[in-house]
């Protein structure tokens, strides 16, 4: 009974969710945006789950007193203070409450810092990908360099069919195997999706007995 | 000498009643002549707006019609042009609607001249409703058509012009069933060799001899999306190894309801392997839903506890990069698999393998090695094959529709949804 009945919830939920693509009617359409209703509740209580274990993992570290427990401090003030700060400001999100500015005065900036890091790493990333070792590498090192000239001005001074190659590359190329790529994500996820839903595929519940 | 003063008397006095007369005349003429010009004016006048303000014709052959494939609660109305429609003197149609055929028509809508269809939507289903259609000129006068009726809108119970999706789905689900049946009848079934997942069972065992834990990331999407759901499936496998070896795994999730769910597999996973001691909870844990926030929670982890193998399997966006990078900065051996065509290339570049589109689909029955599952990735193989050898008739019909050399593009239908 274990598996059979989160297998047959499984099943119902999943042909539902196909069959209601087929069928307009309200009385399916009407029960389908319920059971979408029913995601958001649900994810409500999860996100009370996710804090308790972001809560029960680092007080472990503390507990432990793992060598990163100082991380562990800093989480669980953070959380506790704009928690606090939350309750304690009526108005929280309003310019000028102390939740609002601890938000755009800390987590905004260090968010954007993480972020324009990845210019850093596209620039090593593309020295590593661009060493000309193999005749794959050297044709993606000719065709990053059309492509890089001819998105800026200096590429049609150059020359005037850069940016003409520039377009061809990305409309002929790079769009068929884009294309190619989502036909195959597409079929997969159809299979991946029948398999799920007929229990042919049960590794999400901890695979077959 | 009198008779002659009487007449020159007579003759002054009628001198005046003539001069009198005279003008009186004249001033008559005058004014008969300044009347008759005003009338003509008027006439002028009365003419030119009658030309102006001529009647403007309603529009002709009015329909209306239940709106097909719908939940109903809508009518498509249509009509042709009237043809005052070019002479640039219209503004648009109006649209008005009735229970009864003659009386109490109400304003449902306004369309431009261009227009000669209209949608009336949230009327109520399986009730009469009438129909007319007036021409709206500049001016704002409205000239309407004859009344059509009645209709009814009502919900369909399914839709037609998806019925092509239909029929493939009821191959996929033939194809699945019968080579499903077929492994599980003995049948050896050719799959093709996926390097990125044979490199899987070393990445653990390089682990294992390193004394390091393995990070096994399924991206920021939410259960909703296959591609998770495809790397907690691969998580299912690759904790029984882990199970095996005894190798610490760590899972960082970024949705509460992934991180549930992966808690679940790996549990199950580490029972199935004969190690439920060896599962912590604390290996799969929350850590946040803010994008960035994830990548540094993630990067930290790395950093600090240098995992040997990281495995980024799922949905990723922007942060792909990032991780994948910081990962190949601690000399970690990577896998991914995603779905996500705009973050292969960061992958590729910074991984050792690559799962690429359909492979991260494929992997859990790679791994497992299950008949079952295999005979479900040869179905999906077939029909991937069959929708291939459609996809070259339909371009090569497309070219010779488009060249002339045949009437119709006849396979377009096949490739149209609703």
Not at chain 1, 70 to 76: I, N
Not at chain 2, 48 to 70: F, K, R
Not at chain 2, 97 to 111: I, L, M, N, W
């Amino acid at each position: 009974m274990r598996r059979q009945i989160p297998l047959a919830l499984c099943f119902i939920a999943g042909l539902f969710m196909a069959v209601q693509y087929f069928i307009p009617h309200p009385t399916v359409q009407d029960t389908y945006e319920i059971v979408l209703g029913w995601l958001q509740t649900l994810l409500a209580f999860a996100f009370l789950l996710g804090t308790v274990s972001l809560i029960r993992m680092h007080f472990h570290k503390i507990r432990n007193r793992a060598d990163d427990r100082a991380f562990s401090w800093v989480t669980l003030l953070g959380l506790v203070s704009m928690i606090g700060l939350g309750f304690l400001h009526p108005q929280h999100q309003l310019p000028g409450s102390p939740f609002n500015l601890m938000f755009l005065n800390v987590q905004v900036p260090i968010e954007a810092t993480m972020f324009s890091l990845l210019a850093f790493y596209i620039a090593s990333a593309a020295f590593r990908a661009f060493r000309a070792r193999t005749l794959e590498a050297t044709l993606l090192l000719v065709a990053a360099c059309i492509v890089m000239l001819g998105r800026v001005p200096i590429g049609d001074l150059i020359h005037e069919s850069i940016p003409a190659a520039t377009q061809w590359i990305l409309n002929v190329p790079n769009l068929a195997a884009k294309r190619g790529v989502m036909i195959g994500v597409g079929l997969g996820m159809m299979a991946t999706s029948l398999k799920i839903i007929l229990g042919i595929e049960r590794a999400w519940m901890g695979g077959s007995d | 000498m009198l008779a002659d003063r009487g007449l020159a008397r007579v003759g002054r006095s009628g001198m005046g009643s003539v001069a009198v007369v005279t003008i009186a005349v004249a001033l008559f003429l005058c004014a008969g002549v300044a009347l008759a010009q005003q009338d003509g004016d008027i006439e002028t006048a009365e003419t030119m707006t009658e030309e102006v303000l001529q009647p403007l014709m309603p529009p002709t052959a009015v329909t209306a019609v239940d709106t097909p494939n719908d939940r109903g609660s809508s009518i498509n109305v249509t009509w042709e042009h009237s043809p005052d429609s070019e002479s640039g003197t219209l503004l648009g149609y109006s649209i008005y609607r009735s229970a009864h055929p003659e009386t109490g028509f109400a304003f449902a809508g306004r369309v431009p001249f261009v227009q000669d269809n209209y949608r009336d939507s949230g009327i109520g289903d399986n009730e009469p409703t009438y129909y007319r259609v007036a021409t709206v000129g500049l001016d704002g006068r409205e000239s309407l058509s004859e009344t059509f009726g009645p209709v009814e809108a009502f919900p369909q119970w399914f839709n037609g012009d998806r019925i092509n999706v239909m029929v493939a789905v009821i191959i996929f689900v033939i194809a699945i069933v019968y080579f499903v049946n077929a492994a599980r009848s003995g049948k050896d079934l050719f799959i093709r060799r996926l390097a990125g997942l044979d490199e899987m069972d070393n990445a653990v065992g390089r682990a294992t001899e390193m004394g390091k834990p393995i990070l096994y990331i399924t991206g920021l999407s939410t259960i909703s999306d296959v591609a998770t759901i495809a790397g907690i499936n691969i998580l299912g496998e690759v904790a029984k190894k882990t199970a095996e070896y005894n190798t610490k795994l760590i899972v960082p999730c970024a949705d509460p309801i992934v991180m549930a769910v992966e808690q679940e597999v790996v549990k199950e996973a580490y029972a199935k392997a004969g190690r439920p001691d060896a599962y912590s909870e604390d290996d799969v844990f929350y850590l946040t839903r803010s994008q960035f926030a994830y990548v540094a929670g993630v990067n930290g982890i790395m950093v600090r506890q240098r995992p040997a193998t990281i495995l980024y399997m799922g949905m990723f966006y922007a942060e792909s990069l990032v991780l994948a990078e910081t990962g190949a900065s601690i000399g970690a051996i990577q896998i991914a698999g995603t779905d996500a065509v705009t973050q292969l290339p960061f992958f590729i570049t910074s991984c050792d393998y690559t799962l690429i589109g359909e492979e991260l689909y494929a992997a859990s029955a790679y791994l497992s090695r299950e008949p079952i599952l295999l005979g479900g990735l040869k179905g999906q193989d077939t029909v991937k094959f069959i929708a291939g050898v459609l996809l070259i008739v339909a371009v090569v019909v497309a070219t010779l529709a488009a060249t002339g050399v045949i009437e119709t593009n006849f396979m377009a239908p096949l490739f149209v949804t609703g």
